[in-house]
């Protein structure tokens, strides 16, 4: 197992967290160091707010426990490319390096919509995708093939 594996099973774990609350399930970890310094899940639905996605979470844990909020030293692992938020996120956080499972064909915006990792701002994070990715896209057809279901029996 590859160290980008081992720390995606770490976000997948976020993920499922989600999923056990039926948010949609995307989890995400920093890591500075080899060590998680942040770690969030999807929490939109339960939190009722738009700001509650799994980047955000960890990178607003990372800040608040390494003291500020330039996170160039840490990388990103989450299950699913980030939507135009997320990438801001990292883009202002500083982050080094970012490494995801799944492509979002709808609103991924470091390859598969846009790649504003590419655009000229001051910062450019390294990226890495596809980690994974088999099993992370697998979580989420899980979690809306069950919503599916559900809304299917009580309609």
């Given at each position: 197992m590859t160290i980008d594996e081992e720390f995606m099973y770490l976000a997948i774990e976020q993920a499922k967290s989600a999923?056990?609350?039926?948010?949609v399930p995307i989890g995400a970890v920093?890591?500075?160091d080899g060590e998680v310094v942040g770690a969030g899940y999807n929490r939109r639905e339960t939190g009722k707010n738009a700001l509650y996605h799994a980047e955000i979470i960890a990178i607003d844990e990372a800040c608040r426990k390494l003291g500020g909020w330039r996170l160039w030293q840490c990388e990103l692992y989450?299950?699913?490319e980030?939507?135009?938020m997320c990438a801001g996120a990292i883009l202002n956080s500083r982050l080094k390096r970012v490494?995801?499972?799944c492509e979002d064909k709808k609103a991924g915006s470091v390859r598969?919509?846009?790649n504003l990792f590419d655009l000229p701002y001051n910062h450019k994070p390294e990226c890495t995708g596809g980690v994974?990715?088999?099993e992370c896209s697998e979580l989420l057809s899980d979690f809306f093939r069950e919503l599916r279901k559900n809304k299917k029996n009580s309609g």
């Open positions: 999923y056990k609350i039926k948010e920093v890591i500075k989450v299950t699913m980030p939507c135009p490494v995801y499972g598969s919509v846009i994974l990715s088999d």
